[in-house]
């Protein structure tokens, strides 16, 4: 049963574009929605996350959006960079727990100089 | 880096046969966490170590089983192999089971033949 799904499964940017990924989710107590990247051989690592007491969280060229009453939430990449190529995952928490995660299927994103 | 290790890289297994996967967490960490990232998918989480305890379980069955040594470093055991096992297994560390970030290790490619 999965809880948490994601689109688009790949993207294409130009480099400088704006690459947006989007999660709903279905479980109302979900708390915390991290997104991660990964790049190949590699594991995941946490890129940027977000509470649902606030609508919106940047930190460098990445914004997570949220919206709650639509049950989902969106990381935006400004200013898309050949080095962002990888494949990025949102989560949300098992259980409650915010390291017991329950992930997306993945985007592939490809940054095309 | 996060610090975290796995081995071994790759492995190679016939169906029916056990295997033992193993991680070092990242240095103070107590909290280990295993996953299973079959190809194009999200990680899914398996179980969750804490202080030499299991701390919660995913959807897997008992043939999926671990442990955590004092040191905090933790193995991942899979009984009665299946084709369907082959696999990333990926773990992650965290200071402790509250703790919002956790760190991933590089993760072991997992083939059953």
């Known amino acids: 049963q999965q809880q948490v799904k994601q689109s688009p499964q790949s993207l294409i940017v130009q480099k400088g574009g704006i690459s947006i990924i989007n999660c709903a989710y279905e479980?109302?107590?979900?708390?915390?929605f991290p997104w991660y990247q990964q790049f190949p051989g590699k594991g995941p690592a946490l890129l940027i996350a977000?509470?649902?007491?606030?609508s919106e969280k940047k930190e460098g060229r990445f914004t997570i959006s949220f919206n709650k009453s639509a049950k989902q939430f969106s990381l935006h990449i400004m200013d898309s960079q050949p080095g962002d190529s990888a494949t990025y995952f949102c989560?949300?928490?098992?259980?409650?727990?915010?390291?017991?995660?329950?992930f997306g299927t993945g985007t592939l994103l490809a940054v095309q100089p | 880096e996060t610090g975290v290790t796995q081995s071994p890289t790759h492995l190679i297994k016939t169906r029916g046969q056990q295997v033992t996967l193993r991680c070092s967490s990242q240095?103070?960490?107590?909290?280990v966490s295993w996953y299973q990232q079959a190809l194009g998918q999200g990680p899914q989480f398996i179980f969750q170590?804490?202080?030499?305890?299991?701390?919660g379980r995913g959807n897997f069955p008992p043939r999926f089983s671990g442990l955590q040594f004092p040191n905090y470093s933790s193995e991942l055991n899979v009984n009665a192999l299946e084709l369907d096992d082959s696999a990333l297994y990926l773990c992650a560390s965290a200071w402790g089971p509250l703790t919002d970030t956790q760190y991933f290790g590089p993760g072991t490619r997992l083939t059953v033949l």
């Open positions: 977000i509470r649902p007491d606030v």
């Open positions: 240095s103070g960490h107590n909290t």
């Open positions: 170590y804490y202080r030499e305890e299991e701390n």
């Open positions: 989560a949300a928490p098992q259980g409650g727990a915010t390291n017991k995660l329950i």
């Open positions: 479980n109302t107590a979900f708390d915390y």
